[in-house]
């Protein structure tokens, strides 16, 4: 499931895992950006990209039992995961998967975008709606270019990857168990429609090892115009020790 081939030269690997609708190209510019000893990996889901003839998942479970599977060779080396909105639950969950079959954990787990799993959700539920209710929210979330919500062609093709990556955040229930002991990064936008500030919070809860929250201005995409702040908030984190956000 990842982008480019896992680097054997490689000290460290970075998997990028997308938000809804999105792919791995989100990330394309990144491998160039990061110190040479780290190599970024982006995720491409069935549905998106070069794998837009598969059938994408609407479920979370059976896509994170997935990525276990095709990433368990990655990890013959550190590696941390980043994933923005959809991608931050994935990222979440994966490694909680991860850590059940008793697989190498990541050194650090970077969510962006995204409320703490278990908070209610903020946005009206999507993966049933017709399809002008969902592009009006694709509107409000601010991350699909006006000229591809208004071209029909492009918009049946994009439309049942969009659904299924609802249904996966929208049939998610957050199972409780213990705490994760991984340092958690959580970058948030200042002016998020879908996340809460307070929600971004909760994330403190979900490891014993120690979470920072970052704050970046811009909406719930803040991911592409604020790209150069992202990417220097993810390289902080994974040089830097873990502290607990008070």
Excluded at 38 to 64: A, D, K, M, W
Excluded at 116 to 141: I, S
Excluded at 225 to 245: F, G, K
Aim: proline letters at 9%; one cysteine or more.
């Amino acid at each position: 499931m990842t982008g480019p081939d896992a680097g054997r030269d490689a000290g460290a690997r970075l998997f990028c895992l997308p938000y809804a609708g999105g792919g791995a190209a989100a990330y394309r510019d990144w491998p160039g950006l990061f110190p040479g000893g780290i190599q970024v990996c982006p995720v491409e889901l069935p549905g998106r990209g070069r794998r837009l003839v598969e059938t994408p998942y609407s479920r979370l479970r059976p896509l994170v039992a997935a990525l276990a599977d095709a990433l368990r060779p990655a990890m013959d080396r550190p590696y941390a995961l980043f994933g923005h909105s959809m991608g931050a639950l994935v990222a979440y969950e994966l490694t909680r998967a991860l850590r059940d079959r008793g697989l190498p954990q990541p050194s650090h787990l970077i969510v962006s975008g995204a409320a703490a799993p278990g908070t209610r959700r903020a946005r009206p539920v999507m993966h049933n709606a017709t399809d002008d209710e969902m592009r009006d929210e694709l509107r409000v979330l601010n991350g699909t270019p006006g000229e591809l919500l208004e071209n029909a062609e492009l918009m049946e093709l994009m439309l049942p990857t969009l659904r299924a990556d609802f249904s996966v955040l929208e049939t998610y229930v957050y199972r409780k168990a213990p705490p994760l002991d991984v340092p958690l990064t959580v970058l948030g936008g200042t002016a998020d429609p879908s996340v809460e500030i307070s929600a971004l919070q909760g994330w403190r809860d979900r490891t014993t090892a120690g979470s920072r929250l970052r704050l970046i201005a811009g909406d719930h995409f803040f991911l592409h115009p604020a790209a150069a702040e992202v990417i220097a908030a993810v390289r902080d984190a994974l040089a830097a020790e873990p502290s607990t956000t008070p």
